[in-house]
């Protein structure tokens, strides 16, 4: 990350694929889940992971041979997720969900406290092997001598509780809590989180949030906020166009 941190005032940053080696931990994370339910089971996890994390960022106008793979993945995500998308919209990135998928499809059966049991496993895990990219390191030594505050932002996790019945129910306050103690692992040092429960990036009312938060550290100009994501569709388009400056990052994804 090249940055001239003394171009800006304020730096705004998204956190996984960013800042974070999220694919360090997921890596980790499929690993468990195939000691705990077997090969197939994990590798289905890790394919869904994929799907949604491609079909969200490039959205519906880039040509994608694996599209319909994608759609088809939402498709079966918003079904099991029925009972409460009017309330809180649809939650792809929910795990519960993509593990009753995959016992589905492999005919396996798994009660909810098997899926919620692999669902920490999985979280816990991630959060045991991720780390900061190398050049992050430098990047955020840069802020804190220069005296420049640092506000994250990030996607919620949609971690979700299992109904008796195999459905899943979203409670924002129980997901954001969640991620709130993944984040603690992190050796990151900020001055304000953004976290997307209930309501995600890029829904223009989170950056909403996102701003006010930065208006709390002074009356500055566009220019000198800095918005660094790793997806142009979420972390960036909707800074872009208040007239904000962006950073579009790109890492690895395997």
């Not at 299992?162 to 900020?190: A, F, I, M």
């Amino acid at each position: 990350m090249n940055i001239n941190v003394a171009d800006f005032s304020i730096i705004v940053s998204d956190i996984d694929y960013t800042l974070v080696d999220f694919g360090k931990g997921h890596r980790a994370a499929i690993e468990a889940l195939a000691q705990l339910a077997g090969r197939q089971f994990a590798d289905e996890i890790n394919r869904m992971f994929y799907l949604v994390l491609e079909g969200l960022r490039r959205g519906d106008a880039f040509a994608w041979n694996e599209r319909s793979a994608f759609q088809e993945v939402m498709g079966q995500i918003q079904q099991l997720q029925a009972p409460m998308l009017n309330m809180y919209g649809l939650k792809p990135w929910s795990r519960e969900s993509w593990m009753i998928l995959a016992a589905k499809k492999l005919d396996l059966v798994l009660t909810l406290e098997q899926v919620e049991a692999g669902r920490d496993l999985y979280w816990n895990t991630l959060s045991e092997n991720i780390d900061l990219y190398e050049d992050v390191r430098g990047f955020l030594d840069a802020l804190q001598q220069a005296g420049i505050p640092l506000i994250l932002m990030t996607s919620s996790d949609s971690i979700c509780r299992v109904t008796e019945n195999g459905s899943v129910l979203y409670d924002p306050t129980y997901s954001e809590q969640y991620k709130q103690r993944r984040l603690k692992h992190l050796p990151l040092s900020y001055h304000e989180l953004v976290i997307g429960d209930p309501i995600d990036k890029p829904d223009p009312r989170f950056f909403d949030k996102v701003f006010q938060k930065v208006a709390q550290y002074g009356n500055f100009s566009a220019e000198k906020i800095l918005v660094i994501g790793d997806s142009e569709k979420s972390d960036l388009q909707d800074p872009g166009q208040r007239g904000y400056a962006t950073l579009l990052v790109t890492r690895e994804l395997a």
